[in-house]
């Protein structure tokens, strides 16, 4: 009760910086090639894979050429297939070096 009582300044600053990670990572997707809205609140942002790839066979090649993690989409389900997961728990720093490394490695991605 004390937390949904008491003061938000807390909540407001974390917002802030999940927003800041969140518009990190949409705009190197957007600069690699994807068209993805920013999802309104989450800590992950979920992405298509490309044409040619399965969630797994995507984030392999991502780790393997770009040195760089991301969670591929089955691991949580059938529904998940077709789909990676970044999170947005890191420093905004590490996630633009992430995002220019696969766009360095991978540079546009292909989709249709």
């Known amino acids: 009760m004390e937390a949904l009582l008491g003061p938000q ?4 600053a974390m917002r802030r910086l999940y ?3 969140r518009d990190a990572v949409i705009e190197g997707l957007r600069r690699m090639g994807w ?3 920013a999802p309104p609140g989450s800590i ?3 992405v298509p894979v490309p044409r040619g790839y399965d969630s ?3 984030a392999e090649m991502v780790l ?3 040195g760089v993690i991301i969670t591929p ?10 789909y990676f997961r970044i999170a947005l728990t890191v420093d905004k720093g590490k996630i633009a070096t992430a995002l220019q490394r696969m766009y360095e490695a991978i540079g546009k991605v292909e989709f249709a």
């Open 35 to 37: 068209s993805i809205d």
């Open 9 to 12: 300044d807390c909540v407001a």
């Open 64 to 66: 393997e050429k770009a």
């Open 56 to 58: 797994a066979s995507f």
């Open 44 to 46: 992950y942002v979920w």
């Open 73 to 82: 989409g089955i691991g949580y389900g059938e529904y998940g297939e077709g």
């Open 19 to 21: 927003q800041e990670r």
